[in-house]
């Protein structure tokens, strides 16, 4: 015996929960969408060309950095390019592991880390120049408001073993 089939799904139908109005401004926006962005796949695409990689949080406490930039106070402004000065003389000097503090934005309007976003993002782009790989700092190094950052070798040094 054959079970009754569903009519197929249309959106232009209204579920029994939904206000009429709700729905006719969904529609409308959607109907002026040219595509939706598949995030996964974008990541994927911009984490291929890179050679930067983000690994997880460690909860050992084995990363020791060897030197730590607190940004807390800084404006987005003033952030970038001392985390970029940062980051140039860490490498420059041989280290192999830096702290990199920007807060998680507990007391920012609407508790949103903007420089914790801002940073990160600015790693993902343009860390690969100084960095190898980094991560969200081992909760006994800041944890979220934190990155633990592994420098590469400075050009030229390469009889130093890493």
């Known amino acids: 015996m054959m079970s009754p089939s569903k009519p197929p799904f249309d959106p232009r139908t209204l579920p029994g929960d939904v206000d009429e109005d709700e729905h006719r ?15 996964d796949r ?24 060897e030197a730590q930039l607190d940004l807390h106070g800084q404006t987005t402004r003033e952030a970038i390019p001392t985390l970029g000065r940062f980051l140039a003389e860490a490498m420059a000097d041989g280290l192999k592991v830096v702290l990199v503090i920007t807060g998680k934005g507990q007391s920012s309007p609407g508790r949103t880390g903007v420089l914790k976003g801002t940073v990160e ?11 190898t790989a980094f991560s ?26 890493y």
């Open 25 to 39: 401004l969904f529609l409308e926006a959607v109907e002026h969408l040219e595509s939706v962005p598949d995030k």
């Open 42 to 65: 974008v990541a994927a695409a911009q984490g291929a060309s890179s050679g930067l990689r983000r690994l997880r949080p460690s909860k050992s406490k084995r990363a020791r950095p």
């Open 121 to 131: 993002g600015w790693i993902e782009r343009h860390g690969e120049r100084y960095l």
């Open 136 to 161: 969200e700092a081992p909760r006994i190094l800041g944890g979220r408001g934190a990155y633990v950052c592994y420098l590469r070798r400075p050009k030229g040094d390469r009889d130093v073993p």
